[in-house]
């Protein structure tokens, strides 16, 4: 199955490292125009030296009004990933008001703000659009140490819903993608030990973690025409975990 956009451009958050750099070099690939959306400069130097055609940005997505400004001038965008996302584990009774700030803003916020200026220009020019916010199990599955985490990507999911309610009458496409561990190298270094990623593997029918290709296909899928009746899903990367 072939899938190709050409002719749309397209805008990844947290494109720097990992999976939203993945992603974004497949949309270039597949025909895309695409804007890489980073923080640190470092990373979308890097970038641009593996893909040239790649449109870079640099943004502090914390800042609401800053990131909104340079959002504004980036013109049309047909094809939206929130990806960016943040994690500061602490346990329930030790954690502090600035990791909440922190998780929200980039995990919970800045999709509204991203969202809110790509959607008016999509609802201003009539030809619709797709939405792919990244999630998480933890929306669903309570981990230890994942309070600000885990509630942020429950409000994800919700936020997602809503937004496919309200954006769906023009023709706007709003749909979320749910991994469980990612075998990128954040998650490798997280979860190599086999004690603690022992119990969990148990728990996954497959008996593996995800890997950052299938994000990076269950995205592509949600953006492309292929999925025009897929609209304000969650959808499960986890091997069957959920079924255990």
Same mark, same amino acid.
């Given at each position: 199955m072939e899938i190709s956009f050409h002719g749309k451009r397209a805008l990844v958050t947290g494109a720097g490292k990992g999976i939203g750099r993945e992603i974004a070099k497949k949309l270039v690939e597949c025909g895309a125009e695409t804007f890489a959306l980073s923080r640190t400069q470092a990373d979308l130097d890097s970038l641009k030296s593996e893909v040239t055609s790649m449109n870079i940005v640099q943004a502090d997505l914390q800042d609401w009004d800053g %990131?909104?400004?340079?959002? !504004?001038?980036?013109?049309?965008?047909?094809?939206?990933?929130?990806? *960016? #996302?943040?994690?500061?584990? *602490?346990?329930?009774? !030790?954690?502090?008001?600035?990791?909440?700030d922190f998780t929200y803003d980039i995990n919970v916020k800045a999709i509204v703000n991203v969202s809110q200026v790509c959607a008016k220009g999509m609802i201003e020019r009539g030809k619709g659009g797709a939405i792919v916010n990244m999630s998480s199990? *933890? %929306?669903?599955? *309570?981990?230890?140490?994942?309070?600000?985490? #885990?509630?942020?990507? #429950?409000?994800?999911?919700m936020l997602t819903k809503v937004m496919c309610l309200e954006l769906g009458p023009h023709k706007i496409r709003v749909n979320a993608v749910n991994p469980t561990v990612v075998w990128t190298d954040m998650g490798k270094a997280s979860w190599t030990d086999p004690v603690k990623s022992g119990p969990l593997l148990s728990r996954i029918p497959l008996n593996k973690f995800v890997e950052v290709e299938d994000v990076v296909n269950a995205t592509l899928f949600l953006l492309s025409d292929k999925s025009t009746m897929v609209n304000g899903t969650c959808m499960l990367l986890e091997g069957g975990l959920s079924c255990c």
């Open positions: %990131s909104r400004k340079i959002l !504004e001038q980036l013109g049309p965008i047909d094809l939206l990933v929130n990806n *960016a #996302g943040v994690s500061s584990p *602490a346990p329930f009774m !030790e954690v502090k008001k600035e990791q909440l199990v *933890a %929306s669903t599955m *309570a981990l230890k140490g994942h309070t600000s985490y #885990g509630s942020s990507k #429950g409000a994800v999911d």
